[in-house]
T-cell receptor, first 112, second 107 residues
């Protein structure tokens, strides 16, 4: 089944403890992206990747890192999480940049 | 940057009713998509429709790029249509999401 898989679905952590949210797609998509969704602020792009080893900042990249070493994987790294990064995170992919975007099921992160 | 506005913000329907959701965008775009976020939080792509008209079952969408708007039509609504509908518009590398239309369909 074609899908975007994120893990974990739920994560509770403490301020400053490094964490990684994994994202994997099995559709051979070139384009991948991370979004965060917050009440009143909607969905905002964090980082995106056009292909392997090609990444760039979205609208809210501060406090996040990404890497794209393989086409299928696009992990989101929070090196020193803070409470303002408490949010619902979505990974998404599409065949190429300007094509239908498919989302993972989301990761609800709480930083205390 | 591109501004994306959706209306109405909230919509309550009886099962079987039809509805039209609107998305206005402030600049020319070559990427326009509609998504449904169900009550479990999943985001489902409904349409990729930078221009023209598409239909998928009870749902259809029309984008008039020259007038900077898109419409999503839901016919014979069902309770499973409940959730939030997002429009996203933009160009290469960037999709800007609207604030969404929250739809509740009652039996």
């Amino acid at each position: 089944e074609a899908q975007v898989t994120q893990n974990p679905r739920y994560l509770i952590t403490v301020t400053g403890k490094k964490l990684t949210v994994t994202c994997s797609q099995n559709m051979n998509h070139e384009y991948m992206s991370w979004y965060r969704q917050d009440p009143g602020l909607g969905l905002r792009q964090i980082y995106y990747s056009m292909n392997v080893e090609v990444t760039d900042k979205g609208d809210v990249p501060e406090g996040y890192k990404v890497s794209r070493k393989e086409k299928r994987n696009f992990p989101l790294i929070l090196e020193s999480p803070s409470p303002n990064q408490t949010s619902l995170y979505f990974c998404a992919s599409s065949l190429v940049d300007n094509s239908p975007l498919h989302f993972g099921n989301g990761t609800r992160l709480t930083v205390t | 940057g591109i501004q994306v506005e959706q209306s109405p913000p909230d919509l309550i329907l009886q099962e079987g009713a039809n509805s039209t959701l609107r998305c206005n965008f402030s600049d020319s775009v070559n990427n326009l998509q509609w998504f449904h976020q169900n009550p479990w939080g999943q985001l489902i792509n409904l349409f990729y429709i930078p221009s023209g008209t598409k239909q998928n079952g009870r749902l259809s969408a029309t984008t008039v790029a020259t007038e900077r708007y898109s419409l999503l039509y839901i016919s014979s609504s069902q309770t499973t249509d409940s959730g939030v509908y997002f429009c996203a518009a933009g160009g290469y590398n960037k999709l800007i999401f609207g604030a969404g239309t929250r739809l509740a369909v009652h039996p």
